[in-house]
């Protein structure tokens, strides 16, 4: 699995303060422990900076590449931005997050990546927004995306589709439809594009003691359809667990086998069991009612653990 | 040709939620109304017969409403000064439940007190002998301070106590279970919210065979649609086993549709409207037959021809086809 570490996220009150007094120790701290974690790329959310974006984003490059190697991710919709801190970079190809299928957008942000050398994630959404259902999103890929790739001589393995990741909070039906979308994509061309997706929007708006298990049952269950790549928190150690234990295949705790088994089953189309499940563990009851959730079998509820 | 009729088979149904106790349960109902206990979505007698048909509430207030239509007040004429008047005349009207609405103010604009609440209360069972359910005015504060005096005056009669939301629900829910009553739990349209309280409720003690949930809906023209589909999500998910929301549904429909404009305004509107009355009426009953066809089990109106309208078309929905 190849993580871009979220955690440098303007969302995170202590990121916002740090970057408000230009705190570089804090954010290096931050990109070290991520790549220590495991994170093999760092995603760089700022927000757009519209005032002061010729500063912060060659300041956050600077800052970041003092102390690791890694790719790092432009997640912005400043475009300016995105290639005032482009032009930073030295070490490792950057990634820009990202381009959706909008014409506007489909215009510009392929033309900077091929101009940079980067890779490029691309969001299956429309001027119409983000469909529910895996075909339709699939079709975007399909019809938009790699259309335009084509069209400017972009490397297809420089493109990441993301297929977006909506929450189990309120866009529920979405979820099944999601993993249906991944398993599609990768036969989608040949050779096929690199797959991302952002795992932590699985659980936003969930109260936060339940959205660690939330996420690493969602990871499994992609893992089932062969996701190789997420925008994901690193320092979630659970989650990084479940990610080893699904790569080496490794069966020798109950809890293990079970997400081993979820995965399979996914990957084999079929519905995860509750034969898969001894209910008597607590915690194996806790990951069966989040597969039912995440599969949209039983209605979401904040409290839905304790049904 | 024969046609063969596709049935579903569902691995859930509907909790039956009973109202009102009679003498021999300890209260002075003259009957029970059961709700509830669907196997099925609504009205497809032949999958599985609906054990229950859906009923009619009628809202009064514990005194003359300020801000209801002329048009309501007018047919319920000198009935809505006083309760129990207005619980006997509901009566008559066919309600086969009776929804009292507790203002939040007496008519000297001075705060309703617990007395007063408990003094309508006990002047509505006594004029009627249907099931009552009992709204609190809709103020935090004040619903707990009336409905927990409204509950003990009524201890033994199972009547329902509303509303409990996701910000106010743990005297009521308390109070219901002190004084054997029931609870109905309101949330805005949503799925999620209205599974959560559903927990919520449950988890202080309640069982689930004394809630009603009401999920909230828009009228014909202003949401309805939305409601719909998630009272639709909602009962789907009880008849395929969610047991969180295996719960019978009221549904407010005279409210939604006397704050309309087709309904609230008389003058000022293009004369292809038609007539005030039947338009508002119209208006009631067409917003009240959509939610009895997304699930609805009780309906609570407010015009006495409107619950003519929909007892009838009630009865034909009963009719196996």
């Given amino acids: 699995m190849y993580i871009i570490g979220e955690n440098i996220h303007i969302i995170s009150d202590k ?11 804090f954010f290096q701290d931050l990109a070290v422990r991520q790549v220590e974690a495991g994170a093999q790329a760092l995603d760089l959310n700022l927000g757009p900076r519209k005032a002061d974006w010729q500063e912060v984003f060659p300041w956050i490059v600077d800052t970041v590449q003092a102390v690791v190697d890694v790719p790092l991710s432009f997640d912005s919709t400043n475009i300016l931005g995105i290639e005032a801190g482009l032009q930073r970079v030295t070490k490792a190809q950057p990634i ?23 890779r490029l994630i ?44 909506l929450t189990v909070s309120g866009c529920q039906e979405y979820c099944p439809h999601l993993i ?91 519905e995860p069991s509750i034969e898969d499940v001894d209910m008597s563990d607590p915690e194996q009851a806790a990951i069966w009612k989040t597969v039912q959730i995440l599969l949209n079998k039983v209605i979401y509820a904040e409290s839905y653990l304790s049904q | 040709m024969p046609v063969e009729i596709v049935k579903d088979k569902w691995p859930g149904s509907v909790r039956q939620v009973t109202l009102g106790a009679t003498a021999a349960e300890g209260g002075t109902r003259s009957h029970t109304v059961t709700v509830g206990g669907e196997a099925s979505l609504p009205f497809m007698h032949f999958e599985a017969p609906m054990p229950n048909r859906p009923r009619v509430a009628i809202e009064i207030k514990d005194r003359r409403p300020d801000d209801w239509s002329p048009l309501l007040l007018e047919v319920w004429g000198a009935a809505a000064d006083n309760p129990a008047e207005w619980a006997k005349a509901a009566e008559q009207a066919g309600a086969d439940l009776i929804v009292l609405a507790l203002s939040l103010t007496k008519a000297d604009g001075s705060p309703t007190q617990a007395a007063d609440a408990a003094a309508s209360v006990k002047a509505v069972l006594g004029a009627t002998g249907l099931p009552l359910i009992v709204f609190g005015p809709g103020q935090a ?22 509303i409990c939301e996701d910000k106010n629900y743990r005297t009521i829910v308390a109070t219901a279970m002190a004084n054997g009553h029931l609870v109905t739990a309101r949330t805005p349209m949503d799925v999620n919210l209205a599974k959560q309280l559903n927990i919520l409720i449950s988890d202080m003690g309640l069982p689930l065979d004394r809630i009603l949930m009401d999920p909230t809906t828009g009228a014909l023209g202003y949401g309805i649609e939305y409601g719909f589909s998630v009272m639709e999500r909602l009962r789907l998910a009880a008849l395929q086993g969610d047991n969180m929301t295996q719960l019978p549904m009221l549904v407010t429909p005279g409210f939604e549709a006397w704050k309309t404009k087709e309904s609230k305004v008389g003058e000022g509107v293009p004369a292809d409207w038609g007539n005030w009355l039947q338009r508002a009426i119209n208006w ?38």
């Fill in chain 1, 15 to 25: 990121v916002k303060a740090a970057l408000k007094e230009r705190d570089a120790k």
């Fill in chain 2, 284 to 321: 009631e009953v067409m917003t009240a037959v959509t939610l009895l066809e997304s699930g609805a089990d009780i309906v609570v109106l407010r015009h006495p021809e409107s619950v003519a309208r929909v007892k009838a078309v009630i009865d034909g929905l009963m009719q196996p086809a």
């Fill in chain 1, 122 to 165: 691309a969001l299956t959404m429309g001027s119409s927004g983000i469909p529910v259902a895996a075909d339709e999103r699939v079709n975007i890929a399909l019809e938009k995306i790699i259309p335009r790739m084509l069209e400017i001589d972009f490397p297809i393995s420089d493109l990441i589709i993301d297929p977006l990741v």
């Fill in chain 1, 180 to 270: 249906e979308a991944v398993r599609t994509l990768q036969y989608a061309w040949d050779p096929p594009p690199a797959i991302s997706v952002g795992l932590s929007n699985v659980s936003n708006a969930v109260p936060n003691e339940n959205r660690p298990l939330i996420n690493r049952v969602y990871c499994a269950m992609l893992m089932g359809v062969g996701l190789k790549m997420m925008i994901a928190n690193p320092l979630e150690r659970e989650l990084m667990e479940v990610v080893r234990i699904i790569e080496q295949r490794d069966a020798s705790t109950p809890v293990g086998a079970l997400y081993l088994k979820i995965a399979d089953r996914i990957a084999n189309m079929e």
């Fill in chain 2, 141 to 162: 504060e004040a619903d707990n301070e009336l409905l927990v005096a409204v509950a003990e005056a009524a201890k033994g009669e199972r009547i329902a106590l509303g």
């Fill in chain 1, 96 to 118: 820009i997050n990202s381009t959706s299928a909008e014409p506007e957008r489909l215009e510009k942000v392929p033309l900077l990546a091929k101009k940079y050398n980067t």
